[in-house]
């Protein structure tokens, strides 16, 4: 089924999309640390402890899918498994070989942000990371090196490390969102 999937959307290629999507699957994971750095520059202070957790939920989720998950699993990516290799197109650089796919670290990395992102600022900003941690996750499918399924696990890597940070750091009371800052007396 999720080879199915896989061609069904790897299949919906066309010209027009292809440069975008080429774009996102290459430099989407950089889009939650650039939203939580803006945020930081724009509210100062007050966007600092999201930054510190994002980027900490961000490696995290990066290092557990790539590093930890990837080595026992070892599924391999899209191009090399032979039953549907002739119906795989990829575009761009073919991942070596030895590249596992599940889980995918670019999702995990992507809805780790989202993730962050809702529990700081809410449903409203957390709806659009998530949808946009969805495009970014769906590049990697349309250019060919990675099944939905992967998608799904690194999704939930991403979201478990990211709600796992942000308890421990409510927990270790370093980030209170909803107190205002003390002016200096």
Do not use: C
Not at 14 to 20: K, M
Not at 34 to 63: C, H, N, Q, S
Not at 165 to 175: H, L, M
């Amino acid at each position: 089924m999720d080879a199915s999937l896989f061609l069904w959307i790897h299949g919906l290629r066309t010209p027009a999309l292809d440069g975008a999507m080429s774009f996102l699957s290459k430099h989407g994971i950089w889009w939650p640390p650039l939203v939580w750095l803006l945020m930081v520059l724009w509210k100062r202070r007050a966007a600092a402890p999201v930054f510190r957790d994002g980027m900490l939920a961000w490696y995290l989720a990066g290092t557990v899918s790539e590093e930890w998950v990837k080595s026992l699993v070892k599924r391999a990516r899209p191009p090399h498994n032979p039953q549907i290799q002739r119906l795989v197109h990829v575009l761009g650089d073919v991942p070596r070989r030895g590249s596992y796919s599940f889980p995918s670290g670019t999702s995990a990395l992507v809805f780790a942000g989202a993730t962050i992102i809702w529990l700081a600022w809410g449903r409203r900003a957390g709806i659009a990371a998530m949808v946009a941690a969805t495009v970014v996750s769906l590049s990697r499918v349309y250019v060919g090196v990675h099944y939905p399924g992967d998608l799904l696990g690194g999704a939930l890597v991403g979201a478990l490390v990211a709600a796992g940070v942000w308890r421990f750091s409510k927990w270790a009371g370093t980030y209170e969102p909803n107190k205002p800052e003390r002016s200096a007396k």
